[in-house]
């Protein structure tokens, strides 16, 4: 049998470290020994030179396998979800499915991954540090980024809109049927609406751990 008071002593812990977070611990006394914060600034951009070194290329090669399986993933379903009923249910299913796909290709891949915009549906899809800069001036271009403390390892790859994409980022004209409605029950604050064929519409971005190796493949 499990030990009840445990498991109260248990949420007790979790409930007052969330507490303690909430408001914070400054006038308490208290003193913890924090976790290291990741300073944004050990982030660079990779030199020219670097770009060559094996670490660099297996770790980009770890992020390219990373962003296509989460391409693929994200089009599949995207693409059964229209077809099974239309764009606006599409839409709650993408809601959904988009998160816990970029979760589910992270565990697989030991990596962290997502994407971004500067102009947001999904207020969730925040910009990492590293990326701030570069989204900032709306990069055109692929980048990559090493930390300097631990020789993490990041990509940023542009995503542009296709013709396929309008139904549900395009202008008001070229939203499906319902899109509109349904973006405004599920997204009040959406800013991912009025792009063009071609536009920048936002990234995907990948971290890559130093030092660790790929899953072996499943097939
Ligand atoms: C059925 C409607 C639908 C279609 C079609 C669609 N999207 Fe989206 N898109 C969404 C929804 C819903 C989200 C928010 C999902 C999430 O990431 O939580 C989203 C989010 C995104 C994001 C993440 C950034 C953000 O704003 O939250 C990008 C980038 C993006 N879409 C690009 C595209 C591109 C490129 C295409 C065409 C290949 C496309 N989308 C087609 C509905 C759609």
Redesign the pocket.
Known sequence: MTCPSSRVLGFLFLAGFVLAGLWGCGDSGVVESPAPVRSAAAWRPVADAERSDDAVIAQRNRADEARGAMFASL?GE?MAA?EAGG?AE??SV??DR??AIAEEIAAEHGVRIG???F????P??TVPDWAAAAVERRTEQPAEFIDDTTSDFATLTP????P??L???GPTESLADG?AEALAARYPADK?TGFAEGDL??WFWVEVPAGGVLPPPTS
Do not use: F, K, Y
């Open positions: 089009l995207l229209i764009h599409a839409i993408c809601a988009a998160p994407r971004t915009s102009r947001l549906r999904n969730r899809n995503i542009r809109l296709a396929p994409c139904a549900c980022h899109v991912a519409r936002g």
